[in-house]
């Protein structure tokens, strides 16, 4: 059983190098092509605010929660912002239940580098009371079915989380007790950076890979671009590319970026 599923990987990864050499893909896209991104709509968490974001068999479902707490002591004049991931284990076989691995730790921080590296979030306006009090924002991610390139459809349902995010306006009165109000504030986004992940296959470079292109791959990276067409930030995972291949990346990632960040601002 074991050498039949080595034997069919070895095809399957002979089959999909072929195709990708001729510039062609097993679903028909071309190089540079997303697949399908679907925004669902309705309520599925008693979040401040979510997204469940399909992107072609990949589905995520983003949440935002917010608390009030102490600041961090190197940034008391800024709020708190904290990402977790987690990889349910209906979503992949070879997902396991328990705390979250390495893998699901280096997923949050991707999505976490590209929001902080852009300051989407002005934490600053976050602040009530400096090195003392401050709204924490948490922005819980899960991946409920896994069909490849985690990091682009959780980048993006979770701008669109943030972006629909309505917290509870809260007053600090002169005796130093706290108000929440059932008034809501919204949780303003400053920026649309967004997650582009490319694969390498042969000579190739492959936008939004599935999971049978990632599995295959010589070489995959995210790069994160902001609406000035900056790249905010980098996450190589496996093999190397040349200095071509990543300035071509990054102009493949900025030409795309109008398309998702429309996507995101219809969806907030």
Not at 55 to 69: I, N
Not at 103 to 131: C, F, K, N, T, Y
Not at 170 to 178: A, C, F, P, Q, T
Request: glycine share 8%; aromatic share 6%; with cysteine.
């Amino acid at each position: 059983m074991f050498d039949q599923e080595i034997l069919t990987h070895n095809l399957m990864k002979d089959y999909i190098r072929d195709l990708v050499e001729k510039g062609q893909r097993v679903d028909g896209r071309g190089l540079h092509e997303y697949r399908p991104i679907e925004v669902l709509n309705g309520t599925f968490t008693k979040a401040e605010g979510e997204a469940w974001l399909k992107l072609g068999e990949t589905q995520v479902l983003v949440g935002v929660k917010a608390d009030l707490g102490e600041p961090f002591p190197d940034t008391p004049d800024k709020g708190v912002f904290v990402s977790n991931a987690e990889l349910l284990p209906v979503a992949s076989p070879t997902f396991e239940p328990g705390p979250p691995d390495e893998g699901a730790i280096e997923l949050a921080r991707v999505v976490d580098r590209a929001i902080r590296s852009a300051d989407a979030i002005d934490l600053g306006s976050l602040v009530i009371l400096p090195g003392k009090l401050v709204y924490m924002i948490f922005l819980d991610m899960y991946v409920l079915d896994y069909d490849g390139n985690l990091e682009d459809s959780l980048t993006l349902a979770s701008l669109i989380a943030l972006g629909r995010s309505e917290i509870p306006e809260v007053e600090l009165k002169e005796n130093g007790e706290i108000e929440v109000k059932e008034s809501k504030r919204k949780l303003e986004l400053k920026d649309i950076p967004i997650n582009f992940s490319f694969v390498k296959i042969g000579s190739k470079i492959l936008l939004d890979p599935t999971l049978e292109e990632e599995s295959v791959s010589d070489a995959s990276i995210t790069v994160a671009i902001n609406k000035d067409g900056k790249v905010c930030s980098v996450q190589k995972r496996h093999g190397t590319f040349t200095v071509e291949e990543i300035l071509n990346i990054v102009n493949v990632a900025r030409s795309k970026w109008p398309e998702l960040a429309r996507i995101v601002r219809e969806a907030i």
